[in-house]
């Protein structure tokens, strides 16, 4: 699972203003910090509203690149702190993209919108939970920024983004300030479901400590601990089940999170979980609660995770490699197959 909000690199939107004579327009020369250039072409009847075929005005244009002064001076010259980019992004989106704390603060004092959104729904709250600048979070934050906005393409919020970088400051400040931790994307996974599948053991461990549901699932049945499991982050693993994740659920398709662990052959993150599988099956005192798997047998497979069909389950017999059972199989990605066939798979008592 990758980490959500993705976007182009700012750098990619002002390249066309690199060069001998990009100094020359006024975005050019605002981008440059070329304070005498900028009241030239001003002075001159330049338009500080005037933008480029992308939309980007001057504003935006020393917003992103932190002059301070800059953007105090266009402010004053009358530059148009709602006017956005051809992509919706304001003057404030671009000065948290940038990191730019100083150039933020002036367009907040002028009468930026902190809520503005852009053209995927996100705000510059969002774009700060991709950066991690939690000083802009706080800024942000201090001036009623709310928490609760979704953007478009994947209905994430801010700490959405910032659980899946790993930015452990932005989520304690989004936290302080009643980010709902359990607040569902798109496809139902929480803050917790994306730091976990990203290996941030740190912001987990915030998230839990917060009141974050420890085993919720997403819109495949899948927990946290699934995902860790599944992406082999061990440090992750080892603190959900410290913090007591259910170790017997399973997913849409009937899989625990030590399934998939050995599906994608995390050997050393199997064993953990099959000593922690032991342990809460005798604090349960019920070996068969699991749906009848035997206590210290685990599915290894020299492929990608199948879909499996639990039911079909048929053991055959046992040998060195422990005992082999038969799976009715479903592969997915290649319907020459038919519709199901049956695979012999191995199952080690022990993973030794």
Known sequence: MGNVGLKAAPEERFARYKGDQADRTLVGAALAGNVREVERLIGEGGDVNDADANG?????????????????????????????????????????EGGRLEAA????????????????????LHVVGRNGRRDVADLLLGHGADVAIKERVGSNTALHHAASWGHEGVVRSLMRAKSD??????????????????????????????GARRDVTNNDGLTALH?????GRSEVVECLVEQGADLKMRDKNGCTALHLTAAFRHRDLMKFLLKASEAQRQRDRSGEEDGGAKPRMVLLREDNFPMVDYRHERWLGGGSFGNVYMYSLKNQQDSTLGKHRNIAVKVFKNCT
């Open 56 to 96: 980007l005005a001057a504003l935006h244009a020393v917003s992103w690149s932190g002059h301070a002064d800059l953007v105090r001076l266009l402010v004053e010259r009358g530059s148009d702190l709602g006017k956005a980019d051809a992509d919706g992004r304001t003057a404030l989106h671009h000065a948290v």
């Open 105 to 124: 603060e002036v367009l907040i004092q002028g009468g930026s919108a902190v809520d503005a959104v852009e053209g995927d729904g996100e705000t510059p």
């Open 181 to 210: 931790l359990n607040a569902r994307a798109k496809h139902g996974q929480t803050s917790l479901h994306l730091a976990a599948a990203n290996g941030h053991v740190g912001v987990v461990k915030a998230l839990l400590e917060g």
């Open 227 to 231: 995902l860790a499991g599944m992406y």
